[in-house]
């Protein structure tokens, strides 16, 4: 199947701001999703967005979707050490019954 | 607090062993999925059941066979453990349909399992 695009690699200094990218193929899905993945641990829910939304924030993270292009972002403001993970980005995937796609994970390090 | 507890967080397994990995989800939920994750490959999909004794391959299949006789658990088989099967082993449970909104995914810590 096509694949949801993440760039892999991502270094921000402690204070700044964060963007993680992704490009999505289903231009029907329903919802979109952030993942974080700290080291040694799970994929944990950080937020997600319906697709009649165009932004959604919550506390420092901001998503934006832009459905012409198939594009999501996540903003993290005042990035943090804590924030250094693994990101995930997936799509819901319409042919399915709640099947979702993920992106390969864009390793985010946070340094001082 | 709702969960999905898999039964280790890391296993040793000799080459040729019957490795079994268990899964159990407490939410009621009728989707269940098995994926492993190795470093610039991201998820990839192994099995999934979205009903008891229900199963569909996903991305990855061969060298695994999955079980689901309970709603609340599914296991995954490694019939004959090789060292390519080396990697972290995750699970993860969904209620059905779509518009589900915040509930996603809910992946467990995941299995470290170490083929040698």
């Known amino acids: 199947g096509e694949d949801v695009e993440q760039s892999l690699f991502l270094s921000v200094r402690e204070g700044d701001s964060s963007v993680i990218n992704c490009t999505y193929t289903d231009s029907s899905s329903t919802y979109l999703y952030w993942y974080k993945q700290e080291p040694g641990a799970g994929l944990q829910l950080l937020t997600y967005?319906?697709?009649?939304?165009d932004m959604k924030q919550d506390q420092r993270l901001t998503v934006l979707l832009n459905k012409k292009d198939k594009h999501l972002s996540l903003r993290i403001a005042d990035t943090q050490t804590g924030d250094s993970a693994i990101y995930f980005c997936?799509?819901?995937?319409?042919?399915?019954?709640?099947?979702?796609?993920f992106g390969a994970g864009t390793q985010v390090v946070v340094t001082p | 607090d709702v969960k999905v507890t898999q039964s280790s967080r890391y296993l040793v397994k000799r080459t040729g062993e019957k490795v079994f990995l268990e899964c159990v989800q407490d939410m009621d939920h009728e989707n269940m999925f098995w994926y492993r994750q190795d470093p610039g490959l991201g998820l990839r999909l192994i099995y999934f059941?979205?009903?008891?004794?229900?199963?569909e391959k996903g991305d990855i299949p061969e060298g695994y066979s999955v079980s689901r006789e309970k709603k609340e658990r599914f296991s995954l088989i490694l019939e004959s453990a090789s060292t390519n099967q080396t990697s972290m082993y995750l699970c993860?449970?969904?209620?059905?349909?779509?518009?589900?909104?915040?509930?996603?995914?809910?992946f467990g810590s995941g299995t470290r399992l170490t083929v040698v």
């Open positions: 997936a799509e819901s995937l319409t042919d399915s019954w709640g099947k979702l796609q």
């Open positions: 967005i319906f697709s009649n939304m």
């Open positions: 993860a449970s969904s209620p059905t349909g779509t518009g589900y909104g915040n509930y996603g995914y809910t």
């Open positions: 059941s979205y009903d008891v004794k229900m199963k």
